[in-house]
């Protein structure tokens, strides 16, 4: 476009139709991708509510929370040797990269007996808040868990650890 013989660069009005175009395309592809993201988080929460003990409903967050749990403990407990299990309280030994060597590691409710935790050499971390009581069991190469929450929600569960019933083969 020239003006007064001096020559500017500058847009054009279709091509600022065409940005202002796409601009709006891909805000409108962004707020119906988000809409239905919560459409279908708000369809699995409500299938992932399912009756519990007594007159309980357990959320989906708690669901959410107890198998990423179970999820998280099964990948700590892989490889490890030597369990015991007690009726609240693990102890085996698992391998521990930075030393190249088994360290002694502990996973019971530690504090004010309201948290699961994992405790090993170097300090612990928390797995699992607000549970009340804690009962564990060990089936062959299985983990038996019941625990019940402060709100009096129940969760049970397996976790399959290989490792132990190799162990158990070669003692035979």
Do not use: C
Not at 48 to 77: C, I
Not at 149 to 157: K, T, V, W
Request: glycine letters at 6%; aromatic letters at 10%; a negative charge.
């Amino acid at each position: 476009m020239k003006l007064n013989g001096i020559r500017q660069a500058g847009f054009t009005l279709l091509e600022a139709l065409i940005a202002l175009l796409l601009s709006s395309l891909v805000l409108l592809l962004l707020a119906s991708g988000i809409l239905e993201a919560s459409k279908i988080k708000e369809i699995l929460v409500n299938d992932s509510q399912a009756e519990a003990t007594q007159s309980h409903t357990v959320s989906g967050d708690r669901q959410l929370e107890w198998h990423l749990f179970l999820n998280q403990l099964e990948t700590y407990l892989e490889g490890t040797k030597n369990p015991q299990v007690f009726k609240e309280q693990i102890l085996l030994d698992e391998w521990e990269e930075e030393t190249n060597r088994y360290v002694v590691t502990r996973y019971d409710q530690r504090g004010s007996r309201n948290n699961f935790v994992r405790s090993k050499s170097n300090g612990y971390n928390r797995m699992l808040t607000g549970i009340q009581t804690v009962h564990l069991k060990k089936e062959e190469g299985w983990l038996l868990l019941d625990f019940t929450f402060r709100n009096g929600e129940n969760y049970q569960g397996k976790v399959w650890v290989n490792s132990w019933t190799e162990e158990t083969e070669e003692n035979h």
